[in-house]
């Protein structure tokens, strides 16, 4: 179903999950309630919790962006590996984190799929890139170390995967990938997953540009990042994150002229200022994503950080007034 609507208009995924919840001022119990209060680790901060501990403000957020106008929401579950949970204590609770994130997600999106039924909801499970890298030594006094394996990563993605799925993501969505090593890892084991579950689900995959020099953490460009990734029977290539929605769109247009596939892009509300704070306006960012429609360069567009339900608004109203970017025939 989602690859006919992308023929037909362009999709808007939601914003900016950690900026909502910044809205909120919540203590450490919150992290805590009902399921970790006699945890050895301080858990402030570990926002993949709230799915558990804090059902309620997930569905909100979730919500506020439905109303907004979003058609692909994410999961909470950005760190949803027992990778990056580690560093909490909590490789434990990844089957629960993935399972429950997925299905309060599924549940805000049946219900606005129901109100109105010409307009169907998605559910993408969010795999973030974890906090290690394949491709890098973290040592600078030794550059043949590495602090994780493409096995490990393997069986991490492998496990975040099963609890999205059981939980009722319809997509998956492999994120802010820095490291395309890391990427090729979690794409091999939604395949492998899939293969031995005789499932398929639609795929995206967007990466990130660490600076001006357009290139990924590891040093890959765009086009490279492209080559790496589009042996892959994708449903989208993008970009998200660093980066806001003016300096990201030069190498928007380098996916859409390249790409077998939809193009996403889910930019930055701007650049980070001093005090960490996102400055960009739903008014400017609007202004900024009509150039990628005026070029015709794209499928579907969200809002990373510092982005609100006020932003994903005015992209979701500005979007339809434009075509989306053509796609092939095979496609």
């Not at 989602?2 to 203590?27: F, N, P, S, W």
Request: hydrophobic share 35%; charged share 25%.
């Amino acid at each position: 179903m989602i690859k006919e609507l992308l023929k037909e208009r362009i999709l808007v995924l939601d914003g900016a999950m950690g900026t909502m919840i910044q809205r909120y001022t919540l203590t450490e119990e919150d992290f805590r309630k009902g399921w970790f209060e006699n945890h050895h680790k301080p858990l402030k901060g570990n926002n993949d919790l709230l799915s558990l501990t804090r059902p309620d403000i997930i569905k909100e957020i979730h919500a506020a962006y439905l109303e907004a106008g979003a058609d692909i929401i994410e999961t909470n579950t950005f760190s949803g590996t027992t990778i990056a949970q580690e560093d909490y204590g909590l490789a434990f609770a990844v089957d629960d984190i993935n399972y429950l994130g997925a299905k309060i997600a599924r549940e805000v999106a049946d219900e606005y799929t129901k109100k109105t039924p010409d307009k169907p909801r998605f559910v993408a499970g969010s795999i973030g890139p974890t906090n290690r890298t394949a491709s890098l030594s973290p040592d600078v006094n030794d550059p043949g170390f590495r602090a994780i394996t493409f096995e490990e990563l393997r069986a991490a993605y492998y496990q975040q995967t099963d609890g999205l799925v059981r939980g009722g993501a319809d997509i998956l969505l492999v994120e802010t990938v820095f490291d395309t090593l890391n990427a090729k890892a979690a794409l091999f084991a939604i395949d492998q997953y899939f293969e031995e579950k005789g499932i398929k689900l639609p795929v995206m995959v967007s990466g990130t540009i660490t600076d001006q020099s357009g290139r990924t953490l590891t040093g890959q460009t765009t086009e490279a990042f492209l080559i790496s990734v589009q042996h892959m029977d994708l449903l989208s290539i993008g970009l998200n994150c660093a980066l806001g929605a003016k300096m990201m769109q030069p190498y928007l247009k380098t996916l859409s002229q390249h790409a077998p596939f939809a193009v996403s892009a889910h930019p930055n509300a701007g650049l980070p200022n001093e005090f960490g704070r996102y400055d960009e306006t739903p008014e400017i960012m609007e202004k900024q994503i009509e150039d990628y429609l005026k070029d015709n360069i794209i499928n579907i567009i969200g809002g990373c950080c510092g982005t609100t339900p006020e932003h994903i608004k005015a992209i979701a109203d500005l979007v339809k007034n434009y075509e989306p970017r053509k796609l092939s025939t095979e496609y």
